[in-house]
């Protein structure tokens, strides 16, 4: 399928006015890594294939709980158990057959990341874990790929945009110590306004439409309906992530 014909204009005629034919088009031209599919990367990948990014990589490992359901809208209670991407994958194609829809059912590790993210012009952490978010930020610095960050506890939640050459990395606002996987609490809408950040960004920075989170972390107070911001000062990156080696490296 070409590029053209993954510009379907009746389906993308609400956006179109504001992304114009030429950011719809680079849409539909670009990858975009989906690094986890829980309450972040569900609402993601839909927002991503409903705008109609060309293809779309989804990562993860981990199969439904019931747990997952408050907030993972890609799956349902027949679900439970069942492998997390290749539902996603399943559900995002029949939701727009236009994009390409690939998955890999797997974690991502030093050992895999450039496997998995090597083709992708775009890299969004949906993770709940910073071991893991630390991996996808040296891989975009290495690289220079773009990564949309997030991160959700409870009704609080962060998002940032790193462009390496031009912002912080991700290791520079890293917790020293990076404690347990995974978020204490989560509600489903507390998820949901973090996610519409990073989904926002994403499409922003593939159109070249509107101005996104670059050097500003974003603090999403959902208990107080407040996004409060942070500016990030951009500095040359090379020795923040050494801080961490030994934490990621003595697990991996």
Known sequence: MSVYDKIDFERYSRQIPMLRAMGQMKLAESTVAVVGLGGLGSLISYYLASAGVGRLILV????????????????????????????????????????????RDEM?????????????DLIVDALDDWRARLILDRYSQLTKKPLVHGAIDGFFGQMTTIVPGRTTCLACIAPKQLGPRGCRAALGAAVGMVATLEALDAIKLLTGVG??????????????????EVELKPVECGTCWSRFEDQLLGED
């Open 60 to 103: 993860d490992g981990e199969r439904v709980e019931l747990n997952n359901l408050n907030r993972q809208i890609l799956y349902d209670s027949g679900d439970v158990g069942l492998p997390k991407a290749v539902l996603a994958a399943k559900r995002l194609k029949t939701l727009n057959p236009l994009v390409d829809v690939e998955y």
């Open 211 to 228: 101005k996104t989170a670059e050097n500003r972390l974003l603090i999403v107070d959902a208990f107080n309906s407040r996004i409060e």
């Open 108 to 120: 991502v590790s030093f050992d895999n990341v450039d496997d998995i993210l090597g083709e992708a």
